[in-house]
């Protein structure tokens, strides 16, 4: 990639873009910021095509998560200005001067496209999410803040019924949740505390349920998770 991510994030962080996320699977880069709206977040992502990453595009993201990464959860938009190919939408880059001039543009337009998107679409994402974000709060509220995520797994292992406990490890073992390290963790709570408080909570029994063709549950897991990471400054890390 011709794209620099050191110097990207130095011309956005002007614009209060602290988070820095690159994605596993894509190679995108994604810089994210609190939206001016509550409980909203305002995402510039980079993506790039090509044998050395020359061809480069970008979006502007919002979503109710640091990363957009369902439509349940957020919506992206296409930057076209910022490509010189009006057909395919990316821009080729040749050079380090062609790369800075790139790298410029997209922080002088896409902090306001950002906030435009923010304010025409937000309301809207924020409205049509209420419950999933009122029934999170309810199960980030059983955890013990003061606890480590790892003591507060081992907590949430010791309590559960074998039935439970099978049912835990089965959706956190879910291919598209990260298995190691920090967000490892974060992911097997949010999997045990749906998996342990659905019921009380809700009402329902995700029993069986797959997040991978069940977005109620994919989408819960995710909040969770999401929420989970700002709250142990693991939002920087974010990488899917």
């Known amino acids: 990639m011709k794209i620099r991510q050191k110097r990207l994030f130095e011309l956005l962080r002007v614009h209060g873009f602290a988070s820095n996320i690159i994605s596993p699977i894509s190679g995108d880069l994604t810089f994210v910021r609190s939206s ?8 510039i992502i980079v993506g790039t095509q090509g044998k050395q990453g020359e061809a480069v595009y970008a979006s502007v993201g919002i979503a109710i998560t640091h ?13 076209d200005e910022m490509g010189e190919d009006p057909q395919r939408g990316w821009t080729i880059i040749e050079d380090d001067e062609k ?6 543009r997209l922080a002088e337009i ?7 998107m923010a304010n025409r679409f937000g309301p809207q994402l924020l409205q049509e999410t209420t419950e999933l974000r009122s029934v999170v709060k309810k199960y980030e509220s059983t955890l013990e803040p003061t606890m480590t995520p790892d003591k507060v797994l081992a907590a949430l292992k010791s309590l559960r ?13 879910c291919p598209i949740f990260p298995n190691d390290g920090k967000k490892g963790t974060i992911y097997q709570i949010a999997c045990h505390v749906i998996a342990c408080r659905s019921v009380d909570i809700e009402g ?5 349920h797959d997040p991978m063709s069940d977005t109620a549950l994919l989408a819960r897991i995710e909040l969770l998770a ?3 990471c700002q709250a142990n400054d693991f939002v920087d890390v974010y990488a899917r």
């Open 36 to 43: 001016h709206i509550n409980e909203l977040f305002e995402s």
């Open 161 to 173: 019924s074998n039935e439970v406990a099978v049912e835990a490890e089965r959706l956190s073992s």
């Open 67 to 79: 990363a957009v990464m369902y439509e349940l959860l957020g919506n992206v938009q296409f930057l």
């Open 204 to 208: 329902i029994s995700f029993i069986g």
């Open 226 to 228: 999401d929420k989970l």
């Open 110 to 116: 896409s902090s306001v496209r950002a906030k435009e």
């Open 99 to 104: 790369a800075r001039q790139w790298e410029t």
